[in-house]
């Protein structure tokens, strides 16, 4: 992507203590809307940008810039084996991804969070917290 947009951030984000460190680089594609992570050089996850990111759909429903009931209710509908996150945040293992929330202005639109199945048991080690923050 960096060929395509010189408009790249790039962070490198790490913790823990010796055998259990980690390091996670965020690659941020402001032009796409798109945050990728990587660990060892290897993508381990994907955040949309709820207002200028690409839409996401399952099933041919949008998940990307909607209001966060909406997007609930329609994932509890279908079961997709939902768990809840702080702050009331849908995560669905089956389907790979947090439906996470984003602000814009006064209002809070969705920011599909999506990672592999080797993440479930660990997501804070897979992103940084600031792909959990709510942030405009």
Do not use: K
Not at 42 to 71: E, F, H, M, Y
Request: with cysteine; glycine share 12%; proline share 5%.
């Amino acid at each position: 992507m960096s060929a395509v947009t010189g408009n790249t951030g790039r962070r490198v984000w790490g913790g823990g203590l010796r055998n259990n460190a980690w390091r996670v680089r965020e690659d941020r594609y402001q032009e796409f809307g798109v945050h990728l992570y990587y660990d060892d050089g290897r993508l381990s996850g994907v955040a949309v940008d709820a207002l200028c990111g690409p839409q996401v759909t399952v099933d041919g429903t949008g998940l990307v810039g909607r209001t966060p009931s909406a997007v609930g209710r329609w994932l509890e509908e279908r079961d997709f084996e939902l768990s809840y996150m702080s702050l009331g945040v849908p995560r669905s293992d089956l389907l790979g991804m947090v439906i996470n929330v984003q602000r814009a202005g006064d209002r809070l639109l969705t920011r599909p969070v999506i990672f592999p199945v080797e993440a479930l048991d660990d997501l804070p080690h897979w992103f940084p917290q600031r792909a959990w923050q709510i942030h405009d």
